[in-house]
């Protein structure tokens, strides 16, 4: 069982930057998948970011590539998604999930998620 807890949301202005923590409780965090997806109002969930156990593999959806960087710390049990020139678009409720398995993108694939947190862009 994995517990995870987003911080971090806010309101940003275009152009802005936020880092989104997930923290995680359980002894076993290095084992799990760790991805971040979000929602905009009206929208289904999707895939923004993921990175592997070790932290040494790390993809993207490709409307954030070069703009976010997914990371993790192990020792803290805590993942990052550092979010760099936000747009507009970007503004959604982000959830971090946890998967325990070899590396997915799709939300169903994910076992945990957290209570999600807001991003708002501004003009």
């Known amino acids: 069982q994995v517990q995870l807890v987003e911080s971090g949301g806010g309101l940003v202005q275009a152009g802005g930057s936020l880092r989104l923590s997930c923290a995680a409780s359980?002894?076993?965090?290095?084992?799990?998948?760790m991805g971040w997806f979000r929602q905009a109002p009206g929208k289904e969930r999707e895939f923004v970011a993921s990175?592997?156990?070790?932290?040494?593999?790390?993809y993207y959806t490709n409307s954030v590539k070069g703009r976010f960087t997914i990371s993790r710390d192990n020792a803290k049990n805590t993942v990052y998604l550092q979010m760099n020139s936000l747009k507009l678009e970007d503004t959604a409720v982000y959830y971090c999930?946890?998967?325990?398995?070899?590396?997915?993108?799709?939300?169903?694939?994910?076992?945990?998620w957290g209570q999600g947190t807001q991003v708002t862009v501004s003009s």
């Open positions: 999930a946890a998967r325990n398995g070899p590396w997915r993108v799709g939300v169903q694939e994910y076992d945990y």
């Open positions: 359980g002894r076993t965090f290095s084992s799990y998948v």
């Open positions: 990175i592997t156990w070790g932290g040494t593999g790390t």
